[in-house]
């Protein structure tokens, strides 16, 4: 090897080491930090003619949260009026990580199809006598967002109560 080659390579070696976590690092700050939730108590409600994500416009209600290491979090959702009385019903989705980009905990099913194939059902219905209860937690920071379809029939109602246990 000649001179200019060990000089070249030597000048790709620290631009290499310099820049790679100068890059890590920018990226990292840019990153939004999900800070740990405080427990949450509020109703949420709204109106859908149709229950299928595949109606953009269809009425979705999520619930974004983020449970801090070594803490659990307990998440209530009642329903406090279900269209379809007995027979109502709606099933649970969960994202695993921080989705917030709708207004005041509702948005439509289109404004979620960039996460579409991330969201995954909790295989779970929630029914007018039949609460979801799920505690979340870990050795790690995790983000989650519940989300529900707003069932069709008439004006729907929901108690959300996320608390530490």
């Avoid at 070249?8 to 999900?34: D, E, H, K, Y």
């Avoid at 980009?101 to 909790?122: E, F, H, M, R």
């Avoid at 729907?156 to 996320?162: E, G, N, S």
Wanted: charged letters at 10%; glycine letters at 8%.
């Amino acid at each position: 090897m000649n001179k200019n080659q060990i000089i070249g390579l030597v000048v790709i070696v620290i631009v290499i080491a310099v820049g790679l976590p100068t890059a890590f690092m920018v990226q990292s700050s840019m990153a939004p930090a999900q800070q740990p939730t405080r427990a949450l108590d509020f109703t949420v409600s709204a109106k859908s003619d149709c229950l299928r994500f595949l109606n953009s416009s269809v009425p979705t209600i999520y619930i974004p949260f983020t449970v801090a290491a070594n803490e659990n979090w307990q998440l209530t959702i009642n329903s406090t009026k279900m269209p379809g009385g007995a027979n109502g019903w709606t099933d649970v989705y969960i994202y695993k990580g921080y989705w917030d980009d709708g207004t005041n905990n509702t948005c439509t099913a289109g404004d979620l199809y960039p996460i579409i194939s991330d969201i995954q059902s909790a295989d779970f219905e929630i029914k007018a006598n039949q609460s979801y209860t799920e505690t979340f937690g870990g050795s790690t920071q995790q983000s989650y967002t519940v989300f529900f379809l707003v069932p069709p029939g008439g004006p729907a109602a929901f108690h959300v109560t996320l608390k530490q246990v």
